[in-house]
């Protein structure tokens, strides 16, 4: 069975999409975040350069990102008792965040 381990509060069991690694890190810094789990990658087609991040639903144990870039997606679980202030964090600290239409208020 694989060594499962996380570095920087990001768990490493999984691919990341490339260019997400130091935006997933700046995040589990967060005091209100416990951990970061990268997901399930998901090719797609999209015109965006960069790396995107949007809240996607609350989790019974903090939230659902999901991470663009131009030609992927992933699912990102946060885990947080406060997914409050991980939003507020996001929407004021993270250029690469943008707000769902119809995603969770913060």
């Avoid at 490339?18 to 005091?31: H, K, M, V």
């Avoid at 903090?62 to 131009?70: E, F, N, T, Y």
Wanted: proline share 6%; charged share 25%; glycine share 8%.
């Amino acid at each position: 069975m694989a060594k499962k381990h996380r570095v920087r509060g990001v768990k490493r069991e999984h691919s990341i999409l490339e260019g997400a690694l130091p935006l997933l890190e700046r995040i589990a810094a967060q005091a209100a975040v416990d951990s970061v789990i990268p997901g399930r990658i998901r090719v797609i087609q999209s015109t965006i350069s960069g790396v995107r991040v949007r809240a996607q639903t609350p989790t019974v144990s903090g939230l659902k990102l999901m991470i663009r870039s131009r030609n992927a997606t992933q699912e990102v679980f946060v885990v947080t008792s406060r997914p409050s202030e991980v939003l507020a964090f996001l929407e004021s600290e993270v250029p690469e965040f943008e707000r769902a239409k119809g995603g969770p208020a913060g």
